[in-house]
Nanobody, 116 residues
Framework: QVQLVESGGGLVQAGGSLRLSCAASESIFKFSDMAWYRQAPGKQRELVAFSTRGGLTNYADSVKGRFTISRDNAKNTLYLQMNSLKPEDTAVYYC??????????WGQGTQVTVSS
């Protein structure tokens, strides 16, 4: 059974910071590019950032310069450091593989709310 457990979300003021964590099962983490996604009400889930197993990273234009993705392969854990948060960052944040096939499992996500 795959496991994806996100944590670290919360309510912050604009300009504040949060660090999200994702504990993933080895079956997902092993051999995979891992990614953070987010979904706001009424919007489709979008890719925020991904990290290859070797630590190479890529970011959506909307978060470049503000968010940092990292991974600890020994702990099967993915992180997202979120700085200079904006109200438009408000969403439920999820972790998963970079390429998620139809029907693949998702975790419950962690809520990030940024007030103006």
């Amino acid at each position: 059974q795959v496991q994806l457990v996100e944590s670290g979300g919360g309510l912050v003021q604009a300009g504040g910071s949060l660090r999200l964590s994702c504990a993933a099962s080895e079956s997902i983490f092993k051999f995979s590019d891992m990614a953070w996604y987010r979904q706001a009400p009424g919007k489709q889930r979008e890719l925020v950032a991904f990290s290859t197993r070797g630590g190479l990273t890529n970011y959506a234009d909307s978060v470049k310069g503000r968010f940092t993705i990292s991974r600890d392969n020994a702990k099967n854990t993915l992180y997202l450091q979120m700085n200079s948060l904006k109200p438009e960052d408000t969403a439920v944040y999820y972790c998963n593989q970079r390429f998620v096939w139809a029907g693949a499992p998702w975790g419950q996500g962690t809520q990030v709310t940024v007030s103006s």
